[in-house]
C-alpha cells in the first residue's frame, strides 16, 4: 500500500487543528505566516513545537532570531490567517489588509493585538523533516484570554460548537 499525496493531504484534514501566527522581528518588522503545525511538547521545561517548509521567509528568520511568538488565533481572526498564509504577503500591509496589529515584548518579538493567546520562544533545537523543519523552543512567556478558537477542518475555517454533554 503506498499513500499518495492527495490522500495524505486528505486524511490530515480530517483532524482539525487550532490556526497561529508565528511571528519574528525581521530588523523592526513584523515577519510572520500562518501555521497549524504547532503543539506543546513538554510541561518540564516548557517546550513547544512549530513545523515550517524550508521555503518559507519565516523560515530563515527564525534561524537567524532564534526567538519568535506564537499568536493562537480567536475565532474573529480569519482574514489574518489568511493574509499571512500568502506567500507572497507584504508585512508593512498587514494592518491595512486584515487588520493585524503587534505590540512588541521587551525582546521585540512581536505580539498580536486580539490573539487569543501568546507564547515568546526561545529556539532550543531544530530537526529537519522532509520539506519542513521542526523548530523546539523553550516558552519564556504566556499570555492566554478569554474567548474561541478559529479552528481548521478540511481545508476550511470553523468556529467551534456548543459544549458536547
Do not use: W
Amino acid at each position: 500500500m503506498s499513500a499518495t499525496q492527495e490522500e495524505f493531504r486528505r486524511a490530515m484534514g480530517c483532524f482539525a487543528t487550532g490556526v497561529t501566527v508565528i511571528t519574528v522581528d525581521d530588523e523592526g518588522k513584523v515577519e510572520g505566516m500562518t501555521a497549524n503545525a504547532f503543539t506543546s511538547v513538554s510541561l518540564y521545561p516548557l517546550l513547544v513545537l512549530v513545523c515550517v517548509s524550508q521555503k518559507a521567509r519565516t523560515h530563515a528568520h527564525i534561524h537567524a532570531r532564534k526567538r519568535f511568538g506564537v499568536n493562537v488565533l480567536s475565532e474573529h481572526q480569519r482574514r489574518i490567517s489568511e493574509y499571512y498564509a500568502l506567500v507572497d504577503h507584504d508585512p508593512a500591509r498587514a494592518e491595512q489588509e486584515a487588520g493585524a496589529r503587534f505590540d512588541r515584548t521587551k525582546h521585540g518579538t512581536p505580539v498580536l493585538y486580539g490573539a487569543l493567546a501568546y507564547l515568546e520562544c526561545r529556539l532550543q533545537s531544530t530537526q529537519d523533516a522532509g520539506d519542513h523543519t521542526i523548530f523546539i523552543a523553550e516558552v519564556e512567556d504566556v499570555v492566554a484570554h478569554e474567548g474561541r478558537p478559529l479552528l481548521y477542518f478540511q481545508s476550511a475555517y470553523h468556529a467551534i460548537g456548543p459544549e458536547l454533554k
